[in-house]
Every structure is written in structure tokens, then in C-alpha cells.
């Protein structure tokens, strides 16, 4: 499996922003997709979910009502909008994959997001 993240920059407090990320390898019926973040001297963090048959999301109480998690089946994407951002979003942001029965076992290399205030 192979995730490939992008979509990171520079943008100031309130600000949108919309990762993406391109899975391949196989299909991933049965199978969820997450974005998970990391800033430095902290652990990797969950941010949101999403579960590739239904649909089904989760997020972390710190982004909700603010990231929106999706995913275009037919393309293998996953994108994560990022709306109203904070300082305290700044962090390598990392596209993740894994049955849904399990923890997530696939990771993407990082994209920065960084957010001035």
C-alpha cells in the first residue's frame, strides 16, 4: 500500500486549507483511511476517519465542526478540508490506512501545514 500526502503550506489563523492523499496498492473494501498529525517533542496524534464502504467518520473534539473528512472511492483519494484553522493545527499532517477491524498499519510520508496567527 502506498499513501502519498499533499497539500500542506503557510496559512494564517482562519484560513482554509485541503489535504489530499493518494492510496494505491490495493483495494480497500472493508478498509479505513485517517489523517493523524505530529508537532516535534509530541506523540502522532488522531485527527479523523473515515470508513471506505459506508462512509462512516470520526474526529478528534479538537477539529470538530472545523475538518471534514472524505473520500472518492472511484479515484482511491482521501481528502481532509481543513476550515477556520488555529496556531495550534500547525503539525506534519500524515494520511494513514488499515482494516477497519484493526489499528491503522499504512503510513503516507508527512505534508506541513503550517498556520500563522
Known amino acids: 500500500v502506498q499513501l502519498q500526502a499533499s497539500g500542506g503550506g503557510l496559512v494564517q489563523a482562519g484560513d482554509s486549507l485541503r489535504l489530499s492523499c493518494s492510496a494505491s496498492g490495493r483495494t480497500f473494501t472493508n478498509w479505513r483511511m485517517g489523517w493523524f498529525r505530529q508537532t516535534p517533542g509530541k506523540e502522532r496524534e488522531f485527527v479523523a476517519s473515515?470508513?471506505?464502504?459506508?462512509?462512516?467518520?470520526y474526529y478528534t473534539d479538537a477539529v470538530k465542526g472545523r475538518f471534514t473528512i472524505s473520500r472518492v472511492n472511484a479515484k482511491n483519494m482521501v481528502y481532509l478540508q481543513m476550515n477556520s484553522v488555529k496556531p495550534e493545527d500547525t503539525a506534519v499532517y500524515y494520511c494513514a490506512a488499515g482494516p477497519t477491524s484493526t489499528s491503522f498499519i499504512h503510513w503516507g510520508q508527512g505534508t506541513l501545514v503550517t498556520v500563522s496567527s
Open positions: 473515515i470508513t471506505w464502504n459506508l462512509g462512516t467518520t
